[in-house]
């Protein structure tokens, strides 16, 4: 590790950047702070107030090149002009998790894949705290991870990581790490290669030893066949829905969800008795409660945790019925597989919303579902051909609208009592929308205009 004293630049000034500047100047770095956009009011304050150097709208390289060690927000890519001029230099290019692992001491559970991963992080996170774990919530997801180890003394950490942020890791070590599905998500950062994302993904396994845990889904044949090329050191964990394993969880015949650990005590609940619906749901159900057994949490606390844990916001979210008609929220819902999730989850005729920033999206993997559960569409986005494309054939009605309440109006006015309009987009929101939750919090209030 690079010693304090030294000069840092953090390039963009969000969440994990701003977290950071916390860690990093209470660790004796020189701090100089980079965003090429407009940097928010509230963080703004935070780092007029950290008395660090920083600049918005633009990145001085002459002065980033000074720096010794370089951490970059996940949301810039590898290839960008800059990142390559810094790493041409020799200067090491990390994320903001990696730069806290630096100075963490307590113990991790680190999540990903390319869906569930936020469920799974705040279920998880639910669990060890209803146990009376002293724990904390980083990552993907609420405050910045550095920020924490700067101000907080946590025992645990429970991770939702990105395929973004692993690509920045090195030397961090996951205690427990979670694979929860690997399908293709944001192939146009890895040239359009399944191989160099899934390689991304399995990050979260490096640096493991025989004291840490490998938590993974036995049904996905993407991570099997890639868990068959490595020796790992670590103890391996499976959940399946369709397999009864000996050593993991899985969902018996009875619709049972059956958790074997070490041979320690069997730990079985209902599925009707979980909290969160559907089938992936108890997917994430079977790997959070297999982290659980694994500390050791007490059989009744866990049941209590997956019977009463209320999901994030923007998944699956249910918003109003006005005359019969159901709304639900699922703008969280940036990828094909997510929407997959959703509507094979409806069970009554659909009026489904997608659309925004495609991101290299197969929609033929839906096609079935809509053709089965789709009455109609409403396009949400800037150039939404690709999605008239792949289901006029399927579809009567497909209509295209420029803002949630034009989406939300058109649903009102296609979809009868009884039915669903659904927001489950399978594309990024920043088109139109500065983020899912922007796009999904439009969503909301136009359905409470009706």
């Known amino acids: 590790m ?12 969000g969440e994990s950047g701003i977290g950071t500047a916390i860690l990093a100047q209470k660790e004796g770095w020189n ?9 928010g009011a509230e963080y703004k304050t935070a780092l007029d107030k950290l008395v660090v150097d920083w600049e918005e709208g633009t990145h001085t390289m002459e002065r980033i090149l000074k720096a010794d060690l370089v951490v970059k927000s996940p949301g810039i890519p590898d290839n960008a002009k800059n990142i390559l001029a810094i790493k041409e230099k020799g200067i090491k290019v990390i994320s903001e998790i990696e730069f806290a692992g630096y100075y963490n001491t307590a113990k991790t559970i680190c999540i990903t894949g390319s869906n569930g991963k936020t469920t799974t992080t705040l279920l998880t996170h639910h669990l060890l705290k209803n146990a009376g774990i002293n724990v904390g919530l980083a990552g993907n997801i609420g405050e910045s991870f550095a920020k924490q180890v700067a101000r907080e003394n946590y025992d645990w950490y429970v991770l939702e990581l990105s395929s973004f942020q692993l690509d920045g890791m090195f030397d961090f070590k996951a205690d427990i790490a979670m694979l929860l599905n690997i399908t293709p998500d944001h192939l146009d950062r890895y040239e359009n290669d399944m191989q160099k994302y899934t390689e991304s993904k399995f990050r979260i396994l490096q640096n493991q030893t025989a004291d840490n845990w490998t938590i993974y889904n036995y049904d996905d044949p993407i991570i099997r066949k890639e868990l068959e090329k490595r020796n790992l050191l670590s103890k391996v964990v499976p959940f399946s829905m369709n397999e009864e394993l000996e050593q993991g969880g899985f969902i018996n015949k009875q619709e049972q969800i ?38 050791e949490i007490r059989k009744e606390s866990v049941r209590e945790s997956l019977t009463d844990f209320v999901n994030v916001e923007h998944r699956l979210e249910f918003v109003a019925k006005v005359h019969g008609i159901e709304f639900i929220n699922d703008s969280k819902a940036t990828n094909v597989n997510s929407t997959w999730f959703a509507l094979e989850s409806m069970d009554k005729p659909c009026v489904w919303i997608v659309g925004g920033v495609d991101k290299g999206n197969d929609y033929s993997e839906l096609t079935n579902l809509v053709t089965d559960k789709v009455k109609a569409i409403i396009c949400l986005g800037k150039d939404n051909g690709k999605i008239i494309e792949a289901f006029q054939n399927e579809v009567e009605t497909i209509v295209e609208a420029s803002s ?14 009884d039915e669903t309009v659904l927001l489950s987009p399978a594309c990024a929101s920043f088109d139109l929308f500065e983020n899912y939750e922007e796009r999904g919090n439009e969503f909301k209030k136009a359905v409470r205009s009706l």
């Open 258 to 295: 059956t958790i074997n650990i070490n041979n320690k005590q069997q730990f079985t609940m209902s599925i009707h008795d979980l909290a969160l619906k559907g089938k992936h749901n108890a997917q994430n159900s079977l790997a959070s409660g297999i982290a659980s057994r694994i500390l």
């Open 31 to 39: 701090v100089f702070v980079s965003d090429f956009g407009k940097i």
């Open 2 to 13: 690079i010693k304090k004293g030294q000069n840092i630049a953090i390039l963009g000034a």
């Open 404 to 417: 949630a309440l034009e989406a939300v109006a058109y649903g009102y006015r296609l979809a009868k009592k």
